[in-house]
């Protein structure tokens, strides 16, 4: 089969394609013949942390999903045919976060990933495609969508009434978007770009500022919310957004913690908290059971994941460039 290995010869880390032998299952496991595979911000770093140990000649992406191809022995749930999704930690699969997860996250330092004709799982890490998406679709939920509904909903209590601010128009961003709107949440926007929030307003954004134009977007959120600031916000960008978050967030607000698009780095003073009575949720993607809960609200909602661009099997380095160009409005899909 062929499947995609990162690779560092040379310096800088890139994608080479690879024929492989096509895994077998065994007992508790699951082949699936993925039909599509979708990136997030992680695969760049993770791209290009290439050469540390064990990601060189590692399979790429954490988010896929396609048809069950074949079965091991002892499994019941899952059959041929059946259109399935992975989840992004193989073994969280339900209760608290245990840091013995971390290895297991598909596409990381020592599981690996998604870009590959064939994936074979155990069948606990596996959930069924809603009925209403497209297996491309279901490609984009594993890490963006569940990391904004395990932040939002399930930590956060995000309903009816509050005010939630994106950071962005990317793949946890427009999950948000869309899960306030699905709520009767208010939404505010921030983006580069005139062209996206204008998007961002058909899918239930109401407050739109363009953080370039608008770099103070702080004080422009304080006053579109009458004083009041966002409830809850989706904390994308790190060190260089961490600090206007802070001045943006409602009294008992809460700032979901989980991006790093400025990089690395110390966080600001945080006194304003104390002051609002706000908290930070600290969050890394989820569990199977998160991403079973959210997969139900999305039938219920009829909601469809934001698919800005798809792209070949061959051209799957093209993808990646896409994402780093950050010109795209939601999810990019490398279809099978
Ligand atoms: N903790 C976790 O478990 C977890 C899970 C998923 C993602 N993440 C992190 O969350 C972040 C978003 O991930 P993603 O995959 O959704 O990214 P993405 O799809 O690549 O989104 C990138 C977009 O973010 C916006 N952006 C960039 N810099 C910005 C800034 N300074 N201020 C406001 N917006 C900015 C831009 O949108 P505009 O062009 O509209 O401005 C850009 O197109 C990344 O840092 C990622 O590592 C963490």
Known sequence: MKAYHLNSQGGAGHLVQVDVGKPEP????????????SLNYRDLITLDRAGQSGLNGRVPLSDGAGVVDAIGPDVAQWQVGDRVAASFFRDWISGPFKSSYVPS??????????????????????????PHLSTVEAATLPCAGVTAWHGLITRGKMSKGDTLLVQGTGGVALFGLQFAAALGARAIVISSSDEKLARAKALGGSILINYRDTPE???????????????????????????????SVASGGKIVQIGVLTGFGPKPDLARLQWENADIIGVTVGSVEHFRTMNRFLSEHAIHPIVDRTYGFEDAREAYAHLRSGSHFGKIVVKL
């Not at 996250?105 to 809603?130: F, I, K, R």
């Not at 579109?224 to 206007?244: C, K, Q, S, V």
Request: charged share 20%.
């Open 26 to 37: 065994a007992a508790g496991e699951v082949r699936i013949r993925i039909e599509a595979a």
């Open 105 to 130: 996250s598909l596409g990381g330092n020592t599981t690996d990933g998604m870009l590959a004709e064939y994936v074979v799982l155990p069948a606990n890490a596996l959930v069924a495609v809603p």
């Open 217 to 247: 977007w702080d004080a422009a959120v304080m006053k579109a919310t009458d004083g009041e600031g966002a409830t809850h916000i989706l904390e994308l960008g790190g060190p260089g957004t961490y600090d206007r978050s802070l001045r």
